[in-house]
């Protein structure tokens, strides 16, 4: 007798996805077309029981139900063909025998209905009753997801995250239980309704020999053989059974046996992995119900390809939501929850915010969708892509937390003296190609994502008082600055991402290069907050200043400033190089050295270059008065002198009004 082929795995009764779902329902759907099969066969036993007088046209009816077994179709019903072809000698062998004595009765109670009153009673109704509980131990489970999805991330409620997370946990088990229980039932009703079935018969067969006495030679002759193989072949399938249940109830002995932090969310132990191309499970998904209302469903996410798909439980199959190619991935606040990040169309076009459960999963699928993003799947190996592009990010970007400056040697050291970069650009352009990303900058340079201000600088500046006025009214050497500096001081609100050192200083190439290195590493380590800070241009000097206590944390000489740009795509991206002086070789001039720094301002990045080229101008404009005369008879001036800055798009500067309102606030 063959093994049934077809089961439910005990050890996808934890993850409950939508696939283990839909292979459920179809085991339900069996359960109840034998639950209807059972009643029915029950009853033409019964009517055989019961009708003395309509005997023959009782077991006419009992033959054809057994026939009818073949045409139910079963989902499960392979490996049952030795017990269809045992069910159609039954009903022919019915068929022959419809002459049947009020002494049967007795025997046929005991070994024809009986057994299958038993079966229906015991083992379906069984089924019923643990469907029950494990649609009750769902509903449970569902119900403390919802609760503890909307747990703020606020210190004062880890008493109330405590309950919640035990409620998830007691629920989570409770549901496993239940379900595995569920399961073994299903699995094992595959084998005995096939003893439900074959038992009664032969119990009515054994019957009608016994009290045949005119046909015992030859029903004996015909049906010894036959009866045989069918006791065997109940006992195998028992066998079988026993078998089964044996190993079913080991499995579950041993899922059960596991730390209850499985059942925890968020308790994670095992590190994330970062070079996934695939990933699955239940995120929260947030949809508008309204103008300004939302609605978070709990929905089973997994990627296909290059897609992002979204099955709903019970469905038999999911569908597309977002195309990932070329999409981008970022860590959102939302609603005060935690762990939620948003997946952007390339167009921009289309966004969707999505929550895990834990921060394991968040920064996995963050790193899926990331590595998806970029076509890895479409490679011959995927795997081995995927992680030797994150060792080699993680190699070429490293954080830092301070000025330090690289010691180790780059892998070309002429590159980085001023005549080796003129010549090799002189070379690229001859070539008429692009400078290589080596050639700009060199592999391994640390990053830097923030600017500490030392504690005895932040004590200088308070000491100096910054723009504090003399109360004697004497004045100091810096006054003569400030004179110029008022020419020109324009305050953008930007936020600092990142600086790193450079090999060059006269080619724009290298900032894109540092912009694309920077936003790399800040993805590739989850570096996703910034501090806003105000950049101020004076016709001197450029100075980044914290807002809140109006230090300077860092500042460069107008004549430092070397090259600057804003990104070709992204508008709010500026960046610009400043040069300095590197005596670490003990030459007295030192050594030109080269650093670009990156921010993201709330204006137009434009702007913040025409304004740096506009100090530029007016610093090369002071060496020689007649041009400084010129240039500011060219240049609208506001009523105290400073030079006026003119949006990029419009030349109209008549109406006094839009000259108020572009006026600097320095």
Known sequence: MPAVHHKLLLEDALQDSPQTRSLLSVFEEDAGMLTDYTNQLLQSMQRVFGAQSEMGLATEQLSQRLLEYEKKNFALGKGDEEVINTLQNFAKSVGELN??????????????????????????????????????????????????????KKKENEKLKADLVKEVAYTRRKQHQASLQYYCALNALQYRKRVAMLEPMLGYTHAQISFFKKGIELVSKKMDTFLASVSNMTQSIQAQLDSEAEAMRMAQRELLSVEDTIYMPDKDIEPVNRTLIQKAGYLNIRNKTGLVT??????????????LMCQPRGAVAGGMILDLDNSSVMAVECEDRRYCFQITSPSGKTSMILQAESKREYEEWICTVNNISRQIYLTDNPEAVAIRMNQSAIQAVTPITSFEKRQEGSPNPDRAKPGAVHAASGASQKTGAAPEPEDLIAPGTPIQFDIMLPASEFQDQNRAGGRRTNPFGETDDDCSAESDDSLLQQVFAVRFLGSMAVRCGDNQEVIYEAMRQVLAARAIHNIFRTTESHLMVTSSSLRLIDPQTQVTRISFQLGEVCQFAAH???????????????????????????????????????????????????????????????????????????????????GDTNDGAGQEDLESEA
């Not at 270059?609 to 020689?624: F, M, R, S, W």
């Open 99 to 152: 002459s049947l004595h009020s002494e049967l009765a007795n025997q046929m109670a005991d070994s024809m209905v009986f057994p299958l009153i038993q079966f229906r009673e015991k083992d379906l109704t069984e089924i019923s009753t643990l469907k029950e509980i494990f649609g009750i131990a769902t509903d449970e489970h569902e119900a403390a997801m919802v609760k503890y999805s909307r747990l703020p």
């Open 294 to 307: 939302t609605a978070w469903d709990r929905l089973y996410f997994f990627t296909q390809g290059g897609n």
């Open 568 to 650: 070709q795509e992204n508008g709010r991206l500026m960046g610009f190089v400043v040069e300095g002086r590197d005596w670490s070789d003990g030459d007295e001039e030192g050594e030109p050295s080269f650093s670009a720094f990156v921010f993201e301002s709330n204006t137009e990045g434009e702007k913040i270059c025409y304004t740096i080229n506009l100090a530029k101008e007016i610093t090369e404009a002071k060496k020689d008065p007649e041009a400084l005369a010129e240039l500011m008879k060219n240049m609208p001036l506001t009523n105290d002198g400073k030079f006026l800055l003119l949006e990029p798009e419009t």
